[in-house]
Protein backbone atom coordinates (compact mmCIF):
# COMPACT_ATOMS: atom_id res chain seq x y z
CA UNK A 1 0.00 0.00 0.00
CA UNK A 2 1.32 3.27 -0.82
CA UNK A 3 2.24 4.68 2.31
CA UNK A 4 0.66 8.45 3.18
CA UNK A 5 2.70 11.82 2.14
CA UNK A 6 0.94 13.97 5.18
CA UNK A 7 2.71 12.70 7.86
CA UNK A 8 5.84 13.82 6.30
CA UNK A 9 4.87 16.78 3.97
CA UNK A 10 5.85 20.14 6.06
CA UNK A 11 5.99 23.49 4.51
CA UNK A 12 9.26 25.19 2.87
CA UNK A 13 10.04 28.12 4.81
CA UNK A 14 12.13 31.30 3.57
CA UNK A 15 15.11 32.41 5.30
CA UNK A 16 16.50 35.38 5.77
CA UNK A 17 19.76 35.93 4.03
CA UNK A 18 22.71 36.86 6.45
CA UNK A 19 24.45 34.96 9.02
CA UNK A 20 22.77 31.65 7.42
CA UNK A 21 24.78 31.86 4.55
CA UNK A 22 27.24 30.41 3.91
CA UNK A 23 26.73 27.42 6.10
CA UNK A 24 29.26 27.42 8.63
CA UNK A 25 29.49 23.34 8.80
CA UNK A 26 29.45 20.83 11.42
CA UNK A 27 33.14 19.86 11.36
CA UNK A 28 33.14 16.69 8.88
CA UNK A 29 35.10 18.12 5.97
CA UNK A 30 37.98 16.37 4.67
CA UNK A 31 40.14 19.35 4.45
CA UNK A 32 38.94 23.08 5.25
CA UNK A 33 37.44 25.33 2.70
CA UNK A 34 39.27 28.14 1.03
CA UNK A 35 38.94 31.56 1.85
CA UNK A 36 40.04 34.94 -0.31
CA UNK A 37 39.13 38.00 -1.10
CA UNK A 38 39.99 39.18 -4.53
CA UNK A 39 39.65 36.17 -6.36
CA UNK A 40 39.42 32.61 -6.28
CA UNK A 41 39.46 29.40 -8.77
CA UNK A 42 38.33 25.43 -8.15
CA UNK A 43 39.05 22.94 -10.52
CA UNK A 44 39.39 19.23 -10.75
CA UNK A 45 43.95 19.75 -11.27
CA UNK A 46 45.98 21.95 -9.06
CA UNK A 47 48.09 23.20 -11.94
CA UNK A 48 44.88 24.11 -14.28
CA UNK A 49 43.52 25.79 -10.67
CA UNK A 50 46.88 28.06 -10.39
CA UNK A 51 46.88 29.53 -14.15
CA UNK A 52 43.65 30.90 -13.24
CA UNK A 53 44.36 32.76 -10.29
CA UNK A 54 47.75 33.60 -12.25
CA UNK A 55 45.32 34.78 -14.94
CA UNK A 56 43.06 37.02 -12.07
CA UNK A 57 46.79 38.59 -10.57
CA UNK A 58 47.37 40.13 -13.68
CA UNK A 59 44.14 41.57 -14.23
CA UNK A 60 42.17 39.03 -15.73
CA UNK A 61 38.38 38.80 -15.50
CA UNK A 62 36.77 35.67 -13.53
CA UNK A 63 35.68 34.99 -17.56
CA UNK A 64 39.85 34.73 -18.60
CA UNK A 65 40.42 33.06 -15.27
CA UNK A 66 37.58 30.15 -16.27
CA UNK A 67 38.76 29.98 -20.36
CA UNK A 68 42.95 30.06 -18.77
CA UNK A 69 41.90 26.81 -16.30
CA UNK A 70 40.02 25.06 -18.96
CA UNK A 71 42.15 25.35 -21.69
CA UNK A 72 45.27 24.19 -19.11
CA UNK A 73 42.47 21.13 -18.00
CA UNK A 74 41.62 20.57 -21.93
CA UNK A 75 45.73 19.78 -22.31
CA UNK A 76 46.13 17.80 -18.33
CA UNK A 77 42.84 15.90 -18.04
CA UNK A 78 42.11 14.88 -21.76
CA UNK A 79 40.14 12.08 -19.86
CA UNK A 80 37.26 14.17 -19.78
CA UNK A 81 37.56 17.34 -21.61
CA UNK A 82 39.08 19.54 -24.66
CA UNK A 83 38.41 21.35 -27.54
CA UNK A 84 37.26 18.57 -29.19
CA UNK A 85 33.81 18.33 -26.92
CA UNK A 86 31.15 20.70 -25.84
CA UNK A 87 30.98 23.92 -23.50
CA UNK A 88 28.26 25.52 -21.12
CA UNK A 89 28.33 28.34 -18.54
CA UNK A 90 25.90 30.12 -15.72
CA UNK A 91 27.52 33.48 -14.88
CA UNK A 92 26.59 36.30 -12.35
CA UNK A 93 26.68 39.28 -14.15
CA UNK A 94 27.15 42.52 -11.82
CA UNK A 95 26.86 44.52 -14.19
CA UNK A 96 23.06 43.05 -14.82
CA UNK A 97 22.81 41.95 -11.69
CA UNK A 98 21.33 38.48 -12.93
CA UNK A 99 22.99 35.41 -13.80
CA UNK A 100 23.05 34.66 -17.77
CA UNK A 101 23.67 31.08 -19.20
CA UNK A 102 25.55 30.29 -22.88
CA UNK A 103 24.82 26.54 -24.48
CA UNK A 104 28.59 26.31 -26.39
CA UNK A 105 27.47 23.00 -27.46
CA UNK A 106 27.61 21.69 -31.28
CA UNK A 107 25.33 20.51 -33.60
CA UNK A 108 24.88 17.46 -36.00
CA UNK A 109 26.25 17.53 -39.11
CA UNK A 110 23.77 18.43 -41.97
CA UNK A 111 24.59 15.47 -43.84
CA UNK A 112 23.67 12.93 -41.38
CA UNK A 113 20.22 11.89 -40.80
CA UNK A 114 19.00 8.88 -38.60
CA UNK A 115 18.64 6.82 -41.57
CA UNK A 116 22.01 6.79 -42.20
CA UNK A 117 23.38 5.42 -39.06
CA UNK A 118 22.94 1.12 -37.92
CA UNK A 119 21.96 0.69 -34.29
CA UNK A 120 23.31 -1.18 -31.73
CA UNK A 121 20.98 -3.77 -30.73
CA UNK A 122 19.16 -1.40 -28.19
CA UNK A 123 18.33 0.49 -30.63
CA UNK A 124 20.81 3.49 -29.87
CA UNK A 125 23.75 4.95 -32.17
CA UNK A 126 27.19 3.32 -32.13
CA UNK A 127 28.82 5.10 -28.93
CA UNK A 128 32.94 4.89 -30.43
CA UNK A 129 31.84 5.98 -33.64
CA UNK A 130 31.75 8.50 -36.31
CA UNK A 131 28.40 8.47 -36.19
CA UNK A 132 28.26 10.06 -32.82
CA UNK A 133 30.42 13.15 -34.03
CA UNK A 134 28.80 16.44 -33.44
CA UNK A 135 29.74 19.90 -33.99
CA UNK A 136 32.50 20.44 -30.92
CA UNK A 137 31.46 23.86 -29.70
CA UNK A 138 34.08 24.56 -26.43
CA UNK A 139 36.50 26.92 -28.97
CA UNK A 140 33.64 29.09 -29.93
CA UNK A 141 32.04 29.45 -26.35
CA UNK A 142 35.37 30.50 -25.05
CA UNK A 143 35.30 33.27 -27.62
CA UNK A 144 32.01 34.11 -27.07
CA UNK A 145 32.84 34.54 -23.04
CA UNK A 146 35.78 36.03 -23.88
CA UNK A 147 34.20 39.23 -26.03
CA UNK A 148 31.77 39.55 -23.84
CA UNK A 149 33.30 39.51 -20.18
CA UNK A 150 37.01 39.49 -21.56
CA UNK A 151 40.23 41.81 -19.91
CA UNK A 152 42.83 40.70 -21.06
CA UNK A 153 44.23 39.82 -24.78
CA UNK A 154 43.36 36.05 -25.54
CA UNK A 155 46.75 35.37 -26.21
CA UNK A 156 47.75 35.86 -22.66
CA UNK A 157 44.85 34.28 -21.32
CA UNK A 158 45.85 31.20 -23.08
CA UNK A 159 49.60 31.89 -22.74
CA UNK A 160 49.76 29.19 -19.44
CA UNK A 161 47.85 26.52 -21.75
CA UNK A 162 50.64 26.79 -24.19
CA UNK A 163 53.40 27.03 -22.38
CA UNK A 164 52.42 23.93 -20.17
CA UNK A 165 51.59 22.52 -23.74
CA UNK A 166 54.91 22.81 -24.85
CA UNK A 167 57.32 22.04 -22.00
CA UNK A 168 55.15 19.45 -20.82
CA UNK A 169 53.98 18.92 -17.30
CA UNK A 170 54.19 16.00 -14.42
CA UNK A 171 50.49 13.84 -14.71
CA UNK A 172 48.30 13.51 -11.53
CA UNK A 173 46.99 10.50 -10.01
CA UNK A 174 43.75 10.02 -10.32
CA UNK A 175 44.13 11.24 -14.21
CA UNK A 176 46.76 9.36 -14.97
CA UNK A 177 44.68 6.10 -13.70
CA UNK A 178 41.50 7.12 -15.55
CA UNK A 179 43.98 7.65 -18.69
CA UNK A 180 45.78 4.43 -18.36
CA UNK A 181 42.28 2.62 -19.30
CA UNK A 182 42.18 4.40 -22.07
CA UNK A 183 44.08 2.26 -24.24
CA UNK A 184 42.07 -0.57 -24.05
CA UNK A 185 38.84 1.11 -25.42
CA UNK A 186 40.53 3.96 -27.73
CA UNK A 187 43.86 2.37 -29.00
CA UNK A 188 43.26 1.38 -31.93
CA UNK A 189 41.42 4.82 -32.66
CA UNK A 190 42.86 6.81 -35.50
CA UNK A 191 45.27 9.05 -34.26
CA UNK A 192 45.13 8.04 -30.37
CA UNK A 193 48.02 6.26 -29.67
CA UNK A 194 50.01 9.40 -31.62
CA UNK A 195 48.89 12.33 -29.38
CA UNK A 196 48.01 10.24 -26.28
CA UNK A 197 50.55 7.31 -25.61
CA UNK A 198 54.05 8.79 -26.07
CA UNK A 199 56.38 6.53 -26.33
CA UNK A 200 53.93 3.40 -27.03
CA UNK A 201 51.92 3.74 -23.42
CA UNK A 202 49.74 6.13 -21.42
CA UNK A 203 52.11 8.58 -19.21
CA UNK A 204 52.04 7.57 -15.39
CA UNK A 205 51.48 8.96 -12.62
CA UNK A 206 54.66 12.31 -12.32
CA UNK A 207 55.57 11.63 -15.98
CA UNK A 208 55.70 14.55 -18.17
CA UNK A 209 53.50 15.02 -20.95
CA UNK A 210 53.50 17.36 -23.27
CA UNK A 211 51.30 18.41 -26.96
CA UNK A 212 52.79 20.63 -29.08
CA UNK A 213 49.82 19.98 -31.40
CA UNK A 214 47.53 21.21 -28.76
CA UNK A 215 50.22 24.28 -28.39
CA UNK A 216 49.78 25.34 -32.15
CA UNK A 217 46.26 25.70 -31.69
CA UNK A 218 45.84 27.45 -28.75
CA UNK A 219 47.89 29.82 -30.39
CA UNK A 220 45.48 29.87 -33.60
CA UNK A 221 42.59 30.77 -31.81
CA UNK A 222 44.61 33.39 -29.59
CA UNK A 223 45.62 34.81 -32.87
CA UNK A 224 42.87 34.60 -35.65
CA UNK A 225 39.99 33.70 -33.22
CA UNK A 226 36.37 32.70 -34.50
CA UNK A 227 38.56 33.18 -38.58
CA UNK A 228 40.74 30.46 -36.63
CA UNK A 229 37.86 28.50 -35.60
CA UNK A 230 35.76 27.93 -38.81
CA UNK A 231 39.33 28.25 -40.60
CA UNK A 232 41.97 25.76 -40.59
CA UNK A 233 40.83 24.65 -37.18
CA UNK A 234 37.64 23.43 -39.04
CA UNK A 235 39.61 22.43 -42.13
CA UNK A 236 41.42 20.20 -40.17
CA UNK A 237 38.62 18.30 -38.64
CA UNK A 238 36.44 18.32 -41.55
CA UNK A 239 39.55 16.45 -43.40
CA UNK A 240 40.17 14.32 -40.58
CA UNK A 241 36.36 13.65 -40.78
CA UNK A 242 36.10 12.40 -44.54
CA UNK A 243 39.38 10.28 -44.19
CA UNK A 244 37.37 8.66 -41.61
CA UNK A 245 33.85 7.62 -42.18
CA UNK A 246 32.81 10.72 -40.42
CA UNK A 247 29.73 13.35 -42.17
CA UNK A 248 31.50 16.65 -41.17
CA UNK A 249 31.34 19.41 -44.04
CA UNK A 250 32.63 23.23 -43.87
CA UNK A 251 29.35 24.39 -43.04
CA UNK A 252 28.79 22.83 -40.42
CA UNK A 253 31.66 25.29 -38.58
CA UNK A 254 30.78 28.09 -40.61
CA UNK A 255 27.19 28.00 -39.45
CA UNK A 256 27.60 27.13 -35.89
CA UNK A 257 26.85 29.79 -33.03
CA UNK A 258 27.12 29.46 -29.20
CA UNK A 259 23.69 31.01 -28.01
CA UNK A 260 23.29 32.84 -24.73
CA UNK A 261 20.36 31.14 -23.17
CA UNK A 262 18.86 32.11 -19.87
CA UNK A 263 18.88 29.98 -17.53
CA UNK A 264 15.36 27.93 -15.52
CA UNK A 265 15.21 28.11 -11.61
CA UNK A 266 13.45 26.91 -8.75
CA UNK A 267 13.16 27.90 -5.63
CA UNK A 268 13.72 25.50 -2.91
CA UNK A 269 13.25 26.41 1.02
CA UNK A 270 14.29 30.15 -0.01
CA UNK A 271 16.82 29.41 -2.07
CA UNK A 272 16.93 29.83 -5.77
CA UNK A 273 18.84 27.36 -7.88
CA UNK A 274 19.32 27.84 -11.11
CA UNK A 275 20.25 25.50 -14.11
CA UNK A 276 20.12 25.90 -18.33
CA UNK A 277 17.36 24.58 -20.00
CA UNK A 278 17.32 21.87 -22.36
CA UNK A 279 18.76 20.33 -24.43
CA UNK A 280 20.68 20.13 -21.25
CA UNK A 281 19.25 17.67 -17.96
CA UNK A 282 19.53 20.63 -16.02
CA UNK A 283 15.92 21.17 -15.36
CA UNK A 284 15.81 17.50 -13.79
CA UNK A 285 17.62 18.49 -10.66
CA UNK A 286 14.95 21.30 -10.45
CA UNK A 287 12.40 19.04 -10.66
CA UNK A 288 14.24 16.82 -8.41
CA UNK A 289 13.72 19.61 -5.39
CA UNK A 290 10.51 20.69 -6.26
CA UNK A 291 9.68 16.90 -5.45
CA UNK A 292 11.59 16.97 -2.22
CA UNK A 293 10.50 20.33 -0.86
CA UNK A 294 7.31 19.31 0.66
CA UNK A 295 9.30 16.40 2.82
CA UNK A 296 11.36 17.05 6.15
CA UNK A 297 14.81 15.46 4.68
CA UNK A 298 16.32 16.79 7.93
CA UNK A 299 14.16 14.63 10.42
CA UNK A 300 14.91 12.04 8.18
CA UNK A 301 18.11 12.37 8.71
CA UNK A 302 20.69 11.04 6.24
CA UNK A 303 21.79 7.56 8.78
CA UNK A 304 17.65 6.46 7.61
CA UNK A 305 16.35 4.30 4.87
CA UNK A 306 13.54 6.75 4.52
CA UNK A 307 15.90 9.66 3.17
CA UNK A 308 17.95 7.42 0.59
CA UNK A 309 15.00 6.05 -0.50
CA UNK A 310 13.16 9.04 -1.35
CA UNK A 311 16.14 10.59 -2.59
CA UNK A 312 16.26 7.55 -5.63
CA UNK A 313 12.59 7.96 -6.35
CA UNK A 314 12.18 11.25 -6.38
CA UNK A 315 15.04 10.67 -8.91
CA UNK A 316 13.36 8.25 -11.19
CA UNK A 317 10.07 10.46 -11.37
CA UNK A 318 12.39 13.34 -13.00
CA UNK A 319 14.27 11.28 -14.80
CA UNK A 320 11.02 9.61 -16.78
CA UNK A 321 10.22 13.49 -17.38
CA UNK A 322 14.15 13.66 -18.76
CA UNK A 323 13.37 10.92 -20.85
CA UNK A 324 10.22 12.28 -22.43
CA UNK A 325 10.52 15.94 -22.84
CA UNK A 326 14.36 17.14 -22.73
CA UNK A 327 15.66 17.81 -26.32
CA UNK A 328 16.76 21.31 -28.55
CA UNK A 329 14.12 23.68 -28.13
CA UNK A 330 14.91 25.02 -31.98
CA UNK A 331 13.58 21.52 -32.83
CA UNK A 332 10.80 20.37 -30.20
CA UNK A 333 8.20 22.35 -28.53
CA UNK A 334 9.05 21.50 -25.08
CA UNK A 335 6.17 22.43 -21.98
CA UNK A 336 9.24 23.92 -19.53
CA UNK A 337 7.27 26.43 -17.50
CA UNK A 338 4.62 23.12 -16.60
CA UNK A 339 7.65 20.74 -16.04
CA UNK A 340 9.34 23.21 -13.28
CA UNK A 341 6.40 24.20 -11.92
CA UNK A 342 5.37 23.73 -8.17
CA UNK A 343 1.94 22.03 -9.21
CA UNK A 344 3.35 19.83 -11.46
CA UNK A 345 5.68 18.32 -8.50
CA UNK A 346 2.36 17.86 -6.60
CA UNK A 347 0.70 15.71 -9.11
CA UNK A 348 4.07 13.97 -9.75
CA UNK A 349 4.87 13.34 -5.69
CA UNK A 350 1.83 11.52 -5.87
CA UNK A 351 3.78 8.57 -7.79
CA UNK A 352 5.95 7.62 -5.36
CA UNK A 353 5.43 5.05 -2.90
CA UNK A 354 7.58 5.57 0.36
CA UNK A 355 7.96 1.93 0.94
CA UNK A 356 8.85 0.05 -2.45
CA UNK A 357 11.20 1.17 -5.24
CA UNK A 358 9.32 1.90 -8.36
CA UNK A 359 10.64 -0.76 -11.21
CA UNK A 360 9.53 1.32 -13.94
CA UNK A 361 8.62 4.67 -15.18
CA UNK A 362 5.67 6.36 -13.73
CA UNK A 363 2.90 6.78 -15.66
CA UNK A 364 3.07 9.98 -18.36
CA UNK A 365 0.73 12.94 -16.70
CA UNK A 366 -1.39 13.74 -19.65
CA UNK A 367 -4.57 14.66 -17.99
CA UNK A 368 -1.47 17.13 -16.25
CA UNK A 369 0.65 17.67 -18.54
CA UNK A 370 -0.64 17.37 -22.20
CA UNK A 371 1.53 19.14 -23.64
CA UNK A 372 29.30 9.50 -19.04
CA UNK A 373 33.04 12.00 -18.30
CA UNK A 374 33.28 15.52 -17.77
CA UNK A 375 35.58 18.59 -15.83
CA UNK A 376 33.77 21.20 -13.92
CA UNK A 377 35.02 24.69 -13.02
CA UNK A 378 34.20 28.01 -11.14
CA UNK A 379 36.06 30.83 -10.77
CA UNK A 380 35.02 34.30 -9.73
CA UNK A 381 36.82 38.03 -9.12
CA UNK A 382 37.11 41.06 -7.04
CA UNK A 383 33.74 42.85 -9.53
CA UNK A 384 31.09 40.64 -8.08
CA UNK A 385 31.44 38.80 -12.04
CA UNK A 386 31.17 34.64 -11.35
CA UNK A 387 31.79 31.71 -13.55
CA UNK A 388 30.12 27.92 -12.98
CA UNK A 389 31.33 25.96 -16.22
CA UNK A 390 31.77 22.72 -17.79
CA UNK A 391 32.84 21.25 -20.22
CA UNK A 392 33.39 17.66 -21.44
CA UNK A 393 34.25 15.01 -24.16
CA UNK A 394 31.28 13.07 -22.76
CA UNK A 395 32.24 9.80 -22.31
CA UNK A 396 36.34 9.91 -21.38
CA UNK A 397 38.25 10.65 -24.28
CA UNK A 398 35.07 10.83 -26.24
CA UNK A 399 34.74 8.64 -29.41
CA UNK A 400 38.63 8.06 -29.07
CA UNK A 401 39.04 9.23 -32.43
CA UNK A 402 42.18 12.15 -32.37
CA UNK A 403 43.04 14.86 -35.24
CA UNK A 404 46.73 14.59 -34.33
CA UNK A 405 47.53 18.04 -36.16
CA UNK A 406 45.31 19.70 -33.52
CA UNK A 407 46.59 17.66 -30.65
CA UNK A 408 42.59 17.23 -29.42
CA UNK A 409 39.91 14.24 -29.94
CA UNK A 410 36.23 14.28 -31.28
CA UNK A 411 33.94 14.18 -28.62
CA UNK A 412 30.82 11.40 -29.15
CA UNK A 413 27.98 13.63 -27.75
CA UNK A 414 25.93 12.82 -31.18
CA UNK A 415 25.47 9.65 -29.67
CA UNK A 416 22.78 11.25 -27.16
CA UNK A 417 20.44 11.74 -29.94
CA UNK A 418 17.45 9.15 -29.82
CA UNK A 419 16.77 6.71 -33.14
CA UNK A 420 13.38 6.75 -32.34
CA UNK A 421 10.57 7.98 -35.00
CA UNK A 422 8.86 10.97 -33.11
CA UNK A 423 10.78 11.24 -30.06
CA UNK A 424 11.72 15.05 -29.53
CA UNK A 425 15.36 14.09 -29.51
CA UNK A 426 15.72 12.42 -32.50
CA UNK A 427 18.31 13.00 -34.84
CA UNK A 428 18.38 15.45 -37.19
CA UNK A 429 20.41 17.31 -39.48
CA UNK A 430 21.55 20.93 -37.44
CA UNK A 431 20.26 19.61 -34.14
CA UNK A 432 21.83 19.86 -30.44
CA UNK A 433 21.50 16.87 -28.80
CA UNK A 434 20.64 16.03 -25.17
CA UNK A 435 22.84 17.02 -23.01
CA UNK A 436 24.14 16.03 -19.40
CA UNK A 437 26.40 18.33 -18.97
CA UNK A 438 25.82 21.61 -16.18
CA UNK A 439 26.86 23.95 -14.72
CA UNK A 440 24.14 25.28 -11.51
CA UNK A 441 24.49 28.37 -9.54
CA UNK A 442 22.64 29.11 -6.30
CA UNK A 443 20.76 32.82 -5.23
CA UNK A 444 19.04 34.35 -3.13
CA UNK A 445 17.03 37.89 -2.48
CA UNK A 446 18.41 38.86 -5.70
CA UNK A 447 22.34 38.31 -4.25
CA UNK A 448 24.66 35.49 -5.78
CA UNK A 449 25.80 32.66 -3.24
CA UNK A 450 27.85 30.19 -5.00
CA UNK A 451 28.93 28.72 -8.72
CA UNK A 452 28.82 25.01 -8.53
CA UNK A 453 28.57 21.74 -10.04
CA UNK A 454 29.24 18.34 -10.45
CA UNK A 455 30.64 15.74 -13.22
CA UNK A 456 29.84 12.34 -14.04
CA UNK A 457 26.95 11.96 -17.08
CA UNK A 458 23.68 11.27 -15.68
CA UNK A 459 25.10 11.77 -12.11
CA UNK A 460 25.26 14.95 -12.30
CA UNK A 461 21.38 16.06 -11.28
CA UNK A 462 21.37 13.76 -9.09
CA UNK A 463 24.28 15.83 -7.69
CA UNK A 464 23.44 18.99 -7.80
CA UNK A 465 20.58 18.24 -5.74
CA UNK A 466 22.83 16.20 -2.95
CA UNK A 467 24.70 18.93 -2.84
CA UNK A 468 21.67 21.77 -2.51
CA UNK A 469 20.13 19.51 0.32
CA UNK A 470 23.57 19.06 2.42
CA UNK A 471 24.01 23.08 2.48
CA UNK A 472 20.22 24.28 2.89
CA UNK A 473 18.58 21.17 4.89
CA UNK A 474 21.92 19.75 6.95
CA UNK A 475 23.51 22.65 7.00
CA UNK A 476 26.96 21.68 5.68
CA UNK A 477 29.63 24.46 4.61
CA UNK A 478 30.56 24.03 0.86
CA UNK A 479 33.24 21.54 1.55
CA UNK A 480 31.33 19.05 3.55
CA UNK A 481 28.58 19.12 0.77
CA UNK A 482 30.68 18.20 -1.68
CA UNK A 483 32.47 15.94 0.81
CA UNK A 484 29.35 13.75 2.32
CA UNK A 485 28.33 10.41 1.15
CA UNK A 486 26.72 10.37 -2.28
CA UNK A 487 24.33 7.89 -3.80
CA UNK A 488 24.66 7.36 -7.89
CA UNK A 489 21.14 5.40 -9.61
CA UNK A 490 21.65 4.19 -12.69
CA UNK A 491 19.44 2.24 -15.10
CA UNK A 492 16.45 5.25 -15.72
CA UNK A 493 14.88 5.66 -19.15
CA UNK A 494 16.62 8.01 -21.42
CA UNK A 495 16.71 10.37 -24.00
CA UNK A 496 18.53 7.72 -26.31
CA UNK A 497 15.30 5.78 -26.47
CA UNK A 498 16.14 2.97 -23.84
CA UNK A 499 13.46 1.97 -21.05
CA UNK A 500 13.69 1.58 -17.97
CA UNK A 501 12.15 -2.29 -17.02
CA UNK A 502 13.82 -3.27 -13.56
CA UNK A 503 14.16 -0.42 -11.26
CA UNK A 504 18.00 0.08 -12.43
CA UNK A 505 20.26 -0.25 -9.79
CA UNK A 506 21.53 1.95 -6.92
CA UNK A 507 25.26 2.78 -5.96
CA UNK A 508 25.73 3.69 -2.38
CA UNK A 509 29.79 5.08 -1.24
CA UNK A 510 30.21 3.03 1.60
CA UNK A 511 29.71 4.63 5.30
CA UNK A 512 25.92 3.94 5.45
CA UNK A 513 24.82 1.89 8.17
CA UNK A 514 23.86 -2.36 7.74
CA UNK A 515 20.51 -1.94 8.99
CA UNK A 516 19.89 0.85 6.43
CA UNK A 517 21.30 -0.93 3.89
CA UNK A 518 19.41 -3.96 4.42
CA UNK A 519 15.83 -1.89 4.74
CA UNK A 520 16.70 -0.59 1.44
CA UNK A 521 17.06 -4.34 -0.52
CA UNK A 522 13.87 -5.00 1.64
CA UNK A 523 11.77 -1.90 -0.17
CA UNK A 524 12.96 -3.25 -3.51
CA UNK A 525 16.51 -1.74 -4.19
CA UNK A 526 19.15 -3.51 -6.21
CA UNK A 527 22.62 -1.79 -4.08
CA UNK A 528 25.81 -1.92 -6.06
CA UNK A 529 29.25 -0.82 -5.60
CA UNK A 530 31.62 0.83 -8.50
CA UNK A 531 34.41 2.85 -8.65
CA UNK A 532 35.09 6.52 -6.68
CA UNK A 533 35.11 8.07 -9.42
CA UNK A 534 31.48 7.37 -10.76
CA UNK A 535 30.04 9.66 -7.95
CA UNK A 536 31.21 12.70 -9.65
CA UNK A 537 33.69 15.25 -9.00
CA UNK A 538 31.95 18.35 -7.44
CA UNK A 539 33.36 22.06 -7.16
CA UNK A 540 32.21 25.17 -5.83
CA UNK A 541 32.52 28.86 -4.96
CA UNK A 542 30.49 30.36 -2.42
CA UNK A 543 30.01 34.38 -1.71
CA UNK A 544 29.49 35.70 1.40
CA UNK A 545 26.92 38.66 0.20
CA UNK A 546 27.89 40.56 3.89
CA UNK A 547 31.57 40.95 3.28
CA UNK A 548 31.99 39.78 -0.23
CA UNK A 549 34.47 37.36 0.64
CA UNK A 550 34.88 34.17 -1.63
CA UNK A 551 34.94 30.99 -0.24
CA UNK A 552 36.33 27.72 -2.24
CA UNK A 553 35.13 24.26 -2.71
CA UNK A 554 36.87 21.10 -4.43
CA UNK A 555 36.15 17.44 -4.66
CA UNK A 556 37.74 15.07 -2.47
CA UNK A 557 37.53 12.31 -5.16
CA UNK A 558 39.93 14.14 -7.77
CA UNK A 559 43.19 15.79 -7.94
CA UNK A 560 41.55 19.22 -7.67
CA UNK A 561 42.28 22.55 -5.80
CA UNK A 562 40.29 25.61 -4.84
CA UNK A 563 42.59 28.84 -4.46
CA UNK A 564 42.47 32.31 -4.50
CA UNK A 565 44.35 35.70 -3.27
Not at 98 to 108: D, I, P, Q, T
Not at 250 to 262: G, L
Not at 429 to 451: E, H, V, W, Y
Request: glycine share 12%.
Amino acid sequence: MRASLAVLLVLAVALPLGADWPPKGRGGATRSPVWAEHGMVASSQPLCTQAGVETLRKGGSAVDAAIATNACLGLMEPTANGLGGDLFAILWDPGAGKVVGLNASGRAPLSLTAEKVPPLPDGTIPLYSPYAWSVPGAGDGWLELHAKYGKLPLAEVLAPAIRYAEDGFPVSPVIASDWARGPARFGGKPGFAEVFMPGGRTPREGERFSNPALAKTLRLLATKKRAGWEGEFADAIVAFSKANGGFFAKEDFVRHRSTWDAPMSTSYRGYDVWELPPNTQGLAALQMLNLLEGFDLAKMGRDSADFWHLMVEAKKVAYADRDRYYADAAFAKLPLERLVSKEYAKERVKKIDLKRASREDPPDEEAVLNRKETTYLCAADASGLMVSLIQSNYTGFGSGYVVPSLGIGIHNRGALFSLKDGHPNRLEPGKRPFQTIIPAFLTKDGQPLMAFGLMGGDMQPQGHVQVVVNLVDFGMNVQEAGDALRFHHTGSSEPTGTVMKDGGELFLEEGLPGPVLEELMRRGHRIGREPVGAYGGYQSIARDPATGFLLGATEKRKDGAAAGF
